[in-house]
């Protein structure tokens, strides 16, 4: 399939390896990525706080810019950031809502010759693993199951809530998604407190204190838990969740160590590709755990029979040499 | 009719037992409430269960818990639809969060709820001289906080508020959603006082983390949030440069974005502390932080995670685009008055007319016919 894809800004600034791992797993996935360079900045959210119509009016621009692509063949707007996916689909809310509005975005939008359309289909990569590729084809392809690797799953509030904006239902249930991913991949989901609240980043200047203790009392949980790592697919988490784990330990008063994953890079993970190429080595926390569990001998047999056969002879990760 | 099982989180606090659960099979129609169930199993069963209710009707608030782990009204919730949202087929009944449990369902409102509200001045500070009527005020300004008078204290917001959990300070999603109510009433004669109390209170409106909690389980569709980013909007237009960075990290992330079309990460951490601008980051505060963040800014450089020169040097649209952005930036800050569309009032499908039903008599002859 092809993709008018958006990065966001936060991929290609701290944390560049969520768009490295991306552009590696794309092709495994048989994903076409048709980069939307020329859009800009989602706001995530302040940009609305300060102006909600500048909002709407630049998301409508990279909308109409996306448009562009899927007139010349892509399928669908794509995201990997949680943020970027509740901002716009906060934005497309109200655009796809009155025709007078969309008619005076438009207006601001007509000297460069860019008009939104109602009804933009714009998904994270983690709507487009389940409802585009499917979590059958997600299985077929993986080349080293996660088997044994206990995962958090960490959404982000963005990409969870409100449920009507982005369409979650019983039907379409996309709260549960990094669940289905994980364990379609051959993982442990674990189940802990944290998973659907917030990590507390878009106040790290206001209220310093309250945002730290949100990122470590949830590694905290996942932890308690028994997690080898957590994976989110929102860069901006990431940056609350690792970045700031000293931090947030400090903050806390125990040791988290609790390394934290990008959804490309665990997808990356079982089908096979090696945390040097994912840019594991750049997270803040150390993917010990992680990395124990690539290197031990479920991870380093490699192709799915092998995988099974260790699986089944019950080898455990978190065994394998320092890295 | 049809059999739920329901598992109600009990404490007493006289008992000196710890919290704990029990389990109540109740026989209704599946359209019928939690709070139904709940009467059920305390009328049959066991007399002792605790919970506070009075309409019936989702208008008076009383009947706020947590069902399934989300907060809400027990009588606004179908026992089947409960049913669709539980772990493991039993309906799982708890009292709110945020707020000490009085007994089993019911928690202390005074203690949390209404001192927040009290915290806010939710009353009319009215502009002189009083007119010897009643004021008159244009339609629009007081459509703008109807949405906020839509709120009957419940609590549910307040119970999952995620920005509480860790900070009790909170001022929180209801009463700020309150402070609205008549910081945006063109009758209040202190709207500035009101914004600047709220953006100076270093656990007030710039205390909120846009989790979005406070909308999802308000009953009401007050969108506790949204009033609270209007709060904010108009205390940036207010020119309040709070002690909070609020503003100024609203502002040094509109400036970033315009700069450069996309954020610079490594400038608005010291822009918002010290300032909107390049030299903002050697203000006083900006250099203190700096020095708190050193062991991550460390690891982050030795790990490879920030490359000194992505730090230093900003990601940027090209040319044609970034003039495209900006001239899009400085067309609606011109703008006279900007369009803020609020769906409260419904979408155009919601506000359309229903088209009348099509004549019998355009239905061309013998087309009947055919069809048939």
Not at chain 1, 42 to 52: L, N
Not at chain 1, 188 to 194: E, N
Not at chain 2, 91 to 110: A, H, R
Not at chain 2, 303 to 311: C, I, N, T, Y
Request: proline letters at 6%.
């Amino acid at each position: 399939m092809k993709v008018a894809y958006w990065p966001g800004c936060v991929s290609r600034g701290f944390t560049p390896e969520l768009h490295g791992s991306m552009a590696k797993v794309a092709p495994l996935l048989d994903i076409d990525l048709v980069p939307l360079d020329r859009a800009c900045c989602s706001g995530a959210g302040v940009i609305a706080e300060h102006s909600q119509e500048l909002a709407d009016t630049l998301n409508a621009r990279t909308f109409a810019l996306a448009q562009k692509e899927i007139a010349n063949g892509a399928d669908l707007m794509m995201n990997i950031c949680s943020t970027c996916q509740g901002a716009q689909s906060e934005c497309q809310q109200r655009l796809d809502a009155s025709a007078d509005y969309r008619a005076h975005v438009n207006e601001t939008l007509a000297p460069e010759g860019l008009a939104y359309e109602a009804g933009i289909a714009n998904k994270n990569f983690l709507w487009v693993l389940v409802e585009e590729i499917g979590l059958d084809k997600l299985t077929s392809l993986v080349r080293r199951p996660l088997t044994d690797l206990r995962v958090g799953p960490f959404y982000g509030c963005y990409i969870v809530r409100p449920t009507d904006r982005l369409d979650i239902s019983h039907e379409q249930p996309r709260d549960t998604y990094l669940g289905l991913v994980i364990e379609a991949l051959g993982g442990t989901v674990v189940d802990y407190a944290g998973s659907h609240k917030c990590c507390g980043f878009p106040i790290i200047t206001m209220n310093k204190a309250a945002s730290l203790t949100q990122a470590g009392r949830h590694m905290g949980d996942a932890k308690d838990a028994e997690a080898d790592c957590v994976v989110t697919p929102c860069p901006l988490c990431h940056l609350n969740l690792d970045l700031q784990q000293p931090l947030a330990e400090r903050q806390v008063g125990r040791t988290l160590d609790m390394p934290v994953l990008h959804l490309p890079q665990l997808v990356g993970l079982a089908l096979g590709l090696s945390p040097k190429e994912l840019g594991l080595q750049r997270h803040v926390v150390k993917p010990t755990a992680v990395i124990d569990w690539t290197t031990s001998v479920v991870g380093s047999v490699g192709g799915v029979a092998g995988g099974k056969v260790a699986a089944a002879s019950g080898a455990s990760g978190g065994s394998g040499g320092g890295w | 009719m049809a059999e739920f099982t329901l598992r109600l989180r009990r404490y007493d606090p006289e008992s000196g037992d710890a919290p704990y659960w029990d389990e109540h099979k109740v026989d209704l129609e599946p359209h019928r409430s939690v709070l139904e169930g709940i009467l059920q199993a305390k009328a049959e069963t066991d007399g002792s269960i605790g919970i506070r209710c009075s309409c019936r009707a989702a208008i008076c608030g009383s009947c706020g818990v947590k069902i399934n782990g989300k907060a809400g009204l027990a009588c606004h919730t179908h026992l089947d639809a409960a049913l669709r949202s539980s772990k493991d087929g039993v309906i799982e009944v708890e009292p709110m969060g945020n707020m000490p449990v009085i007994k089993d369902l019911i928690v202390d409102m005074d203690a949390v709820h209404w001192k927040k509200i009290q915290r806010v001045t939710p009353w009319l500070l009215a502009k002189e001289p009083v007119p010897e009527r009643e004021y008159i005020v244009p339609r629009e300004s007081m459509v703008d906080v109807t949405q906020t008078m839509a709120c009957i204290q419940c609590g549910a917001c307040v119970s999952d508020c995620l920005s509480m959990e860790v900070d009790p300070l909170f001022i929180g999603p209801a009463a700020l959603a309150k402070a609205y109510r008549f910081a945006g009433d063109p009758r209040d004669a202190q709207h500035h006082e009101r914004l600047e109390d709220l953006a100076e209170d270093p656990h007030g409106m710039y205390d909120c983390t846009h989790c979005f909690k406070c909308i999802e389980a308000c009953p009401k569709g007050v969108a506790p949030m949204n009033q609270i980013m209007r709060l904010r909007r108009k205390a940036g237009h207010d020119g309040i440069n709070d002690r909070n960075n609020g503003n100024r990290h609203e502002r040094a992330f509109v400036t970033l974005v315009k700069q450069g079309g996309l954020l610079h990460e490594a400038e608005l951490l010291p822009r918002s502390l010290g300032g909107d601008s390049w030299f903002g980051k050697f203000a006083p505060p900006a250099g203190l932080e700096l020095l708190d963040s050193l062991p991550v800014i460390t690891r982050a450089v030795l790990r490879g995670k920030v490359k000194p020169m992505v730090a230093l040097k900003p990601h940027k649209l090209a040319k044609p685009d970034l003039k495209q952005v900006q001239r899009i930036f400085d067309h609606v800050d011109n703008e006279e008055q900007p369009y803020e569309l609020n769906l409260y009032f419904g979408t155009d499908e919601d506000n359309a007319e229903i088209p009348p039903e099509p004549a019998a008599e355009t239905v061309a002859p013998g087309s009947e016919g055919s069809s048939l």
